[in-house]
């Protein structure tokens, strides 16, 4: 298997621009996660798809935040507008989650992918 | 809130020797832990988890790690290091059932 696959690896944009970044989970994992990292936070769950459907997206910044998973294998973080304070390593992980949101559990392990390193100048 | 904690912001060992990546945790009911391994401008690397079952979980490129529950520990071992583990090393603990709230890191150095 390929593994998570997320594109771009660099961006680099200007304050006020729509970013756009973009995620191809496992194929069979049902569960999409997007993080953040930063020197300051660390990393940080922004939000959490379980069968393409936003299950926690508490994580979110703000509205210039949003997620989509349109399907099983592909998501998008977009960010409209962007700001300097937004630069960070996005990362993208998918799991096969036995037990789904409703059991409380899933114990299986998140596969990173490698991450879109987003400069807003 | 389940936690982890990881006190070292750095460790060096000489290569060869053995190395202690610590991590402690605090969680309510059964913890469900993990440690990932980032190289420089690469993703998070999956080593090992514990979930339950055997306190000494053994993981990926010859790292293990103890599950002490009366220390309330975590802690990344490996009998002996390599130049090219040097990375960061990340522990984590479920959290609210599929997220995982990761420490903060420690960084590896190991020297020749």
């Known amino acids: 298997d390929a593994g998570v696959i997320q594109s771009p690896r660099h961006e680099v944009t200007e304050m006020g621009q729509e970013v756009t970044l973009r995620c191809k989970p496992i194929?069979?994992?049902?569960?999409l996660f997007w993080y953040r990292q930063t020197m300051m936070r660390g990393l940080e769950l922004l939000i959490y798809f379980n069968n393409n459907v936003p299950i926690d997206d508490s994580g979110m910044p703000e509205d210039r935040f949003s997620a989509k998973m349109p399907n099983a294998s592909f998501s998008t973080l977009k960010i409209q507008p962007s700001e300097p304070r937004d630069s960070a390593v996005y990362f993208c992980?998918?799991?096969?989650?036995?037990?789904?949101?409703?059991?409380?559990?899933?114990?299986?392990?998140?596969?990173f992918g490698p991450g879109t390193r987003l400069t807003v100048l | 809130a389940q936690s982890v904690a990881q006190p070292e912001d750095q460790v060096n060992v000489a290569e060869g020797n053995p190395l202690t990546v610590k991590c402690t945790y605090s969680?309510?009911?059964?913890?469900?832990l993990f440690w990932y391994v980032q190289y420089p401008n690469r993703g998070l690397q999956f080593l090992l988890k514990?979930?339950?079952?055997?306190?000494l979980v053994k993981g990926s490129y010859g790292f293990e790690a103890e599950f002490n529950k009366s220390q309330t520990s975590f802690h990344l071992k490996k009998p002996s290091a390599l130049v090219s583990d040097s990375a960061l090393y990340f522990c984590a603990v479920f959290l609210s059932g599929y997220a995982l709230n990761f420490g903060k890191g420690t960084s590896l150095l190991v020297t020749p």
């Open positions: 992980a998918s799991s096969l989650d036995y037990g789904g949101p409703s059991s409380g559990v899933s114990t299986d392990t998140q596969y």
């Open positions: 194929s069979g994992h049902n569960s």
């Open positions: 969680v309510s009911g059964n913890p469900y």
């Open positions: 514990y979930i339950t079952g055997d306190n």
